[in-house]
Nanobody
């Protein structure tokens, strides 16, 4: 099992940048796929980005491709999400997740953080 704690959320204006961090604990971290999801009020949790255990393969939702970058540091047991050119529609609670399969479904991930709020004002 992997324990996850997100940080770095906040309130920014449209067009700004923000970086999220996810601190992981547990020996299984280095073998796990890591991902970021988000959930806006009244909406289902949706996939944002994922990275393989080797940091070689990455997936992105079409809505964030070219603006967000996911990365990981296995030595530090950290996962990052760099967000640029933020839009009001990026407003959501962002969750860090760990899983066994490199996929885009919530069902591909079995460990979740508590989330960090990102609010983008217009």
């Amino acid at each position: 099992q992997v324990q996850l704690v997100e940080s770095g959320g906040g309130l920014v204006q449209a067009g700004a940048s923000l970086s999220l961090s996810c601190a992981a604990s547990g020996r299984a971290f280095v073998t796990r796929v890591m991902g970021w999801f988000r959930q806006a009020p009244g909406k289902e949790r949706e996939f944002v980005a994922a990275v393989s255990w080797s940091d070689i393969t990455t997936y992105y939702a079409d809505s964030v491709k070219g603006r967000f970058t996911i990365s990981r540091d296995n030595a530090k047991k950290m996962v990052y999400l760099a967000m640029n050119s933020l839009k009001p529609e990026d407003t959501a609670v962002y969750y860090c997740a760990a899983g066994r399969n490199l996929g885009k479904s919530v069902n591909d991930f079995d460990s979740w953080g508590q989330g960090t709020q990102v609010t983008v004002s217009s």
